[in-house]
Antibody, heavy 119, light 109 residues
C-alpha cells in the first residue's frame, strides 16, 4: 500500500544537527512532491516547505530558510529533512506529506518524527 | 501571504448533532486549492476534503465541504464519537506556498 515511513524519535542538544528521513513505498516516488510540516507541542500545523521529487528543487516557507535543508535519495525513494544549529524551539513533531495527484492537498502523511532539543 | 482564520477555536457538541466549522481567508482564493484535515491525538493529520468540496478516499458522506472566495465551511451532519478531533483548513496559493489555519477543536459536550 501507499505509505510514508519516517525515522524514529531524536534527542539532541542545542547546537547539534539532526536528519529525519521519510521513505516512500507503493507509488512512483518521482510523481509527487514531498512536503514537510512542523507541529510544536500542543500547537497547530506549520508548513515548512516542499521539494520536487523529479528535479530535487526545494521551496522553503518563511521562517525555515537557512537552518533547514530538504534533500532526496531517489535510489531509495527517500526524502530527508536536516536541521542544523538546533534550538529548544525546534522541539516538535516533523511530518512528511505527499502532494495528492488529484489536487493541491496532502493525501499521504508519514507517522511523524519527534525531535526534542534539550540541554 | 494568505492567512487562514478558523472559527470557532473550540466547538462543544454532543454525538448526533451537526457541526459547522468555518475557515476564512485574508483574500479570495481558488476553491480548487482549499483542503480540510482531521487530526486525532498522537496521530498524523488525515485528508478529509480537497478542492473545497470533494471528499477524499474513504471519508464518510456525513463530512461535507462548501464555500468559495474567502469563506469556506466544513460540515459534519451527525457527529459520531470518532469525529471529535482537531480540524485544520489549508490553502495553496501565491508563490507555490501552503498555509494552514490555526485549527478548530471539536470536543464532546
Amino acid at each position: 500500500q501507499v505509505q510514508l515511513v519516517q525515522s524514529g524519535s531524536e534527542l539532541k542538544k542545542p547546537g547539534a544537527s539532526v536528519k529525519v528521513s521519510c521513505k516512500a513505498s507503493g507509488y512512483t516516488f518521482s510523481s509527487s512532491a514531498m512536503n514537510w510540516v512542523r507541529q510544536a507541542p500542543g500547537q497547530g500545523l506549520e508548513w515548512m516547505g516542499w521539494i520536487t521529487t523529479n528535479t530535487g528543487n526545494p521551496t522553503y516557507a518563511q521562517g525555515f530558510r537557512g537552518r533547514f535543508v530538504f534533500s532526496l535519495d531517489t535510489s531509495v525513494s527517500t526524502a530527508y529533512l536536516q536541521i542544523s544549529s538546533l534550538k529548544a524551539e525546534d522541539t516538535a513533531v516533523y511530518y512528511c506529506a505527499r502532494v495528492s495527484a488529484l489536487a493541491y492537498s496532502f493525501d499521504i502523511w508519514g507517522q511523524g518524527t519527534m525531535v526534542t532539543v534539550f540541554s | 501571504e494568505i492567512v487562514l482564520t478558523q472559527s470557532p477555536g473550540t466547538l462543544s457538541l454532543s454525538p448526533g448533532e451537526r457541526a459547522t466549522l468555518s475557515c476564512r481567508a485574508s483574500q479570495s482564493i481558488s476553491s480548487s486549492y482549499l483542503a480540510w484535515y482531521q487530526q486525532k491525538p498522537g496521530q498524523a493529520p488525515r485528508l478529509l476534503i480537497y478542492g473545497a468540496s470533494n471528499r477524499a478516499t474513504g471519508i464518510p458522506d456525513r463530512f461535507s465541504g462548501s464555500g468559495a472566495g474567502a469563506d469556506f465551511t466544513l460540515a459534519i451532519s451527525r457527529l459520531e464519537p470518532e469525529d471529535f478531533a482537531v480540524y485544520y483548513c489549508q490553502q495553496y496559493g501565491i508563490s507555490s506556498m501552503y498555509t494552514f489555519g490555526q485549527g478548530t477543536k471539536l470536543e464532546i459536550k
